[in-house]
């Protein structure tokens, strides 16, 4: 099972470097399918395993706060200008 998470990190992480570098952005179909594909790990990983629901129920209601509270940060983040530069001026700096 480990195998697979690390098979699916892997995967998309070199998919979303390679288009960061190549075009200079990150699609949502990136974004959005890593969320998905952490939620599917995270609901195979925990309820594979013996918990009782109470600890089901914590464990679940844990990820969505912190993937809630993930994209409330970058939103914000991205709504106030940082990082919007990043990559393009990284990429204008690398070139000379």
Same mark, same amino acid.
């Given at each position: 099972? $480990?195998?697979?998470? @690390?098979?699916?990190?892997?995967?998309?992480? #070199? !998919? =979303?470097?390679?288009?960061?570098? /190549?075009?200079?952005?990150?699609?949502?179909?990136?974004? $959005?399918?890593?969320? @998905?594909?952490?939620?599917?790990?995270?609901? #195979? !990983? =925990?309820?594979?395993?013996?918990? /009782?629901?109470?600890?089901?129920?914590?464990?679940?209601?844990e990820?969505?706060?912190?993937?809630?509270?993930?994209?409330?940060?970058g939103?914000?983040?991205w709504?106030?200008?940082?990082?919007?530069?990043?990559?393009?001026?990284?990429?204008?700096?690398?070139?000379?």
């Amino acid at each position: 099972m $480990f195998a697979y998470l @690390i098979a699916g990190i892997i995967a998309l992480g #070199l !998919v =979303t470097s390679y288009e960061d570098i /190549t075009i200079g952005k990150i699609r949502n179909v990136w974004t $959005f399918g890593a969320v @998905i594909y952490a939620f599917l790990m995270h609901i #195979l !990983v =925990t309820y594979t395993t013996q918990h /009782t629901y109470k600890e089901l129920l914590a464990l679940t209601s844990e990820f969505a706060a912190v993937i809630l509270l993930s994209a409330a940060v970058g939103f914000a983040l991205w709504n106030w200008g940082y990082g919007r530069q990043g990559t393009e001026s990284f990429l204008q700096r690398s070139q000379y």
